[in-house]
């Protein structure tokens, strides 16, 4: 049985996972609206990671008796300065992802609390695959400053992400 307060956590993270998703389908839609498909598709991806977590998350809550209770989800931004300004924010929302995730293992671990700190182990590997590969993805668009041909040639290789769901 959960405790109130890691049950709320996770609650409140579950809905943040969602809203993280909000914000790559937007992110997805803003590089869609620059015709850059290849950009818009990892978002895309992205946004159905987001609603993995969430889900295995809501599948926790179950199986640990606990309800998963949904919220309202703030809208995302519409526009970014640029497609870097983009990943840059990605990369600041996966920072602070990292941390609520942090957060609640700390408490799981002050309530001795070893199924929810095995549960989120994941999610803190997971979180550290999520920083490197948009900062990967940002060190590649500083170091083409954003030209024509490396956009093409980016945008291409980003158009061939694909969502496979992990083993829960
Ligand atoms: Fe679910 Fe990108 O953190």
Redesign the pocket.
Known sequence: MLSKKVEKMINDQMNF?IY??YI?LAMGAYMDSLDLTGFANWMKV?WQ??FF??QKMYNYLLERGGRPFLTEVPAPPKDWKSVKAAFEHALE??QI?TGRINDIMNVAIKENDHATRSFLNW?VD??VE?EASVDAIIKKLKLMKESGHGMYILDKELGARTFTAPAE
């Open positions: 996972e993280s998703g790559y992205q990671e987001e977590h969430a929302h996966e992802v999610y997971e979180q999520e």
